[in-house]
């Protein structure tokens, strides 16, 4: 087997010149820093991964992990440009030295010093063939943890190491009997350390989640040694630290890069990881941080400005109500008398633009238009008494004005038209009584701005009838309202002749009195309470969808379907983000969110996952106002009776991700979806990965640059993500993908979403995905929904679903609807059917059973067909190490029957009882799966905990009944070898009747040839992904007609294997025939 593309973390980081160096597996990836040239990648390592590397300015490269040890040269590429190429040196690869490596350093005349495993000091000639040049064992200290070498020389050659006690050992290489001194002080054990020998400070980092600062002069000298600094910041334990020069750097497992001050304090805070830090590394010309994560990433940092921008308050004239930005320093402040000012910047003061009694009085609402190729912005301004001013703040003295209502304007808003950016601005004004009004208003220079009445519009009935945001949908001729209880709302609007209603002089007409010749609009669709009550926040179109924010701390993405409104996916971006208050999508590709973090405004970016700002406000109840451009961002906000500016020149962007998070924690499960065909390249593998950090992922994996892409997040689970299945899976054309995904774990909860994966040709042949959210399903939920509930026993709500597995041929003709039943193992012992009504958008539970009285592990369907008789089997093993077999169409036909009369919930039926149970092992069941054979056999593979593996061979058979012929199971055949792997068997699969390929805890992925008389080793790989918890296996034809098989395992990182088909000839032909 051979392994063609890697994911895992990320434990090494170097800077070798301009070439950044990230150890990942066994593997190293070089990145040009300047450019956007491709990294070059080579497998360095055998069997272990990358946990150090060292640059040499030759450009020699040491990469070291557990016992091997490998030199490579970083080359540039050729005349055609692209990026670094990694090649080994000392003619050949990674060589086994028989001790752990802890740390490497360049010695003179090109050698290595290295510091092994027990406390040995050794001085390595790593040209033709390797050869130990001197040694010595430093002893005195007990187990060692991390290790930094300094010195020239074998004389002056020293060893710093942290040891479990929490103290750092110091020898000379001459001297290896007692360490010469012992700095104590850390609570736990030290896990890194660096030394910077021009000033003689060593930095240590701890589990204690502290790093310490000595001064210890020359490493290896003697005397005692200064603790300068003790940090405390990080919330979990240190994993790696580096001296900026007399100022430490950190990187924790709490996922946050830390850079200290000179008293102990942080001084700046880097996070965009999706978990623990694992590497980190500092260059030493730009002041550029590297950082390196369990998720598979790998980002530069940029160096900050010293001190973040503070917010200034502008000294208002009168109390303020609200503020608006017109640029990154013009600010409108409108005060609780009605009185509206400016804030010239230049000059340091307020202007007053409209006097209290010339503007709308109190409780007024500022809006401002967003005008396109910067022209001079209109502003509205409505007010308690049903007025409506509309004026360009550049010329308050032509102010259009109009009486709207005879209560007061409660929402105001305007919204960009599609289209060319010449035209009227749209202006949306809701009054009492749900009436909202639509107006187009035009201005030319040195004219009273001209309001023209479009539309009006009848929103819902509810307690809070107003609308707080509106948006043109680019399809035409349809008008989308967000309003305050929570709902979108969507009109029909047309451009035919409104009415007018010029404003000369000081005349103030009333809309309403000569409106009659607009209609009034009743919705054409509404979602009611989408984002719940406390309202919608923004709407915008991107693309082909919409998307809706709120402050129930989501986003949601939807699209338009025969003029309905459809609710295609939710999305969190980020934990504790409780109010969103809008969407920008950057040219670049970015999707940044603007929201409320506790008392804090916000821009996050999706992509890098960080807080682009952050000002602390107060929260987003005050008014505040925020504006962007290439130049500089500004927000601005009223705090404690005055207006408050913050201001930021626009800069580079901090990070650059040069490879992408995938996980915060362990993969749980990986499914693979299929391939599709880019053009001019080959094809793109795209699976789908579940998650102990709550979410799933939809990703390709590319052979080429064996690396992964995420394509879309699906983060509606509240628990682990634990299992994940299939079902109607079809490729159209070789470049669309389309399946069902469902996707189960912690609290008892199951989603269901629709996949829609295809080569996006406009993006250089790259992959697009679109999620669509059919349905969910939670047990507590349904327990609540459920009559006479007090008659049963209460379903545990600490459930967790095991495993899932789609019951194939069960798209009943019976029901006016599709349905697709889901079988699920759950650890409180039972095995429980779902089936799912896609049209009706609902997950039920119609079945279970508590036969299995313990946690079941795995559960597989499938199907028996004879002539036009079909057997819908099931297969369930729990942690007793049993395997039972169901026969479940009575219960299927049963739940069928059932859903025709009524589509709500149901009682759950009974399961019954297997008809034939198995003690395949000794404990329990963590893989299985069922490959059909020829004439009714099925062959049944399990892996258990103790690492044995059963295989047998089922029959399927009608029973004698004539009456109601039941169906019967027989073991025709077994075999079982015990301890196949020295830890758990967590991924098996029956390749072909004769092949069976095995997967285990200790990292060896094992080929066995079946019969019946035994299971024979035919080969043996070791794979890099530990912890593993799930395989998936597939075969491909290749285009010379050969078959492969592809093999995707996944656990403490991702891995893709292929191997050639194997010439071997079936053991079993004469097995069925016997029987």
Sequence with gaps: MESVALVAPVTALEFAGD?????????????????????????????????????????????????????????????????????????????????RVWEARWAAEGRLALALGGGTVALYEWRAGGSWLRSARCGGAGALRCAVLAGAGWGRLALAAGTATGTVAVWRAAEPGTPRRTLSGHRGAVLALSYAEPRGLLASASEDRS??????????????????????????????????????????????????????????????????????????????????????????????????????????????????????????????????????AAAGRWVPLLGPAASCGSRGLLAAAPMRGGAEPLCALGGGDGRLLVFAPGAPERVAGLRLFEGPVLGLSWAARPGPSLGPAALLVSGPGGIALWMDVTRSPGQLPVVRLMGRYRLPPCKQR????????????????????????????????????????????????????????????????????TGVTS??????????????????????????????????????????????????????????????????????????????????????????SPEADAFAYVKRGDVMLYHSQAEPCEQRVLLASLHGREITCVRHLGAVRVPGSHPVNIFITGSEDTTACVLTLSELTRAAVPLARLSDHISSVRALALADTALHDGTQLCSLLFSAGGRAQIECYRLQCAVDLGAEGTVSCQVAHVASHRLDEHWDRMKNRHKLVKMDPETRYMSLSVVCGTNSEQLPMPCTFLVAACSDGSVRLFVLLEAAQKLLLVAESFHHQRCVLKVEAFLHTRAEERKHLLCSAATDGSVAFWDITSTIRAATDALQRSEEEMRPLALGTPLLTVMAHSCGVNSLHIQELPEGQFLVASGSDDGSIHVCLLEVTRGDDKAEPGTCLHILEHVARPCTHAAHVTGIRVLRPDLVLSASVDQRLTLWQLSWDSLEELSTTFFHVPDLAELDCWEVAEAGGERRWYCVLCGQGLELLRCAALDTHSKLQSQGAAQ
């Design 19 to 99: 070439v950044l160096l990230a150890g990942t597996g066994p593997e190293v990836a070089a990145f040009l820093l300047s450019g956007g040239a491709a990294a070059g990648r080579r497998r360095v390592l055998r069997e272990a991964s990358v946990r150090g590397l060292r640059a040499e300015p030759g450009g020699r490269v040491a990469a070291f992990g557990g016992g091997w040890l490998a030199v490579l040269a970083v080359r540039r590429g050729g005349p055609g440009g692209g990026g670094p190429r990694l090649a080994a040196c000392g003619g050949g690869g990674a060589r086994r030295l028989g001790a």
């Design 466 to 533: 107003w609308h707080t945001c509106a948006t043109f949908l680019p399809q035409g001729g349809l008008l989308l309202f967000g309003d305050r209880r929570g709902s979108l709302l969507l009109f029909p609007c047309s451009s035919s002749d409104g009415t007018d209603r010029g404003t000369p002089g000081q005349s103030e007409p009333s809309c309403l009195l000569r409106s009659e010749a607009v209609p009034l609009q009743d919705p054409l669709s509404v979602l009611f309470g989408l984002h719940g009550k």
């Design 211 to 344: 790093v310490r600062l000595w001064a210890v002069g020359e490493l290896g000298g003697g005397g005692e040694a200064a603790c300068l600094l003790v940090c405390y910041g990080h919330g979990s334990r240190v994993a790696a630290v580096g001296l900026r020069g007399p100022r430490p750097v950190s990187a924790g497992e709490d996922g946050a890069c830390l850079e200290w001050d000179g008293g102990g304090g942080v001084r700046s805070v880097r996070r965009g990881h999706r978990g623990a830090l694992r590497s980190l590394a500092l260059r030493p010309a730009g002041g550029c941080v590297a950082t390196g994560g369990s998720d598979g990433g790998a980002r530069l940092w940029r160096p900050r400005r010293e001190a973040p921008a503070e917010a200034e308050a502008l000294g208002a004239p009168e109390r303020p109500r609200a503020v608006l930005l017109l640029g990154p320093r013009r600010v409108l402040a409108l005060s609780e008398a009605g009185g509206l000012a400016a804030y010239e």
């Design 539 to 628: 709407v915008t179109c991107h693309g082909d969808y919409i998307y809706s924010t709120g402050r129930d701390g989501c986003y949601r993405q939807l699209c338009l379907r025969d003029q309905q409104l459809e609710v295609l996916q939710k999305h969190r971006p980020c934990k504790g983000l409780q109010w969103i208050e809008e969407l920008r999508f950057t040219p670049g590709g970015d999707l940044l969110v603007l929201g409320f973090h506790a008392d804090d405004f916000v821009v996050w970016s999706t992509r890098s996952g960080v807080n682009l700002h952050c000002v602390p406000c107060g929260g987003g109840h005050r008014s505040w106002s925020y504006y962007s």
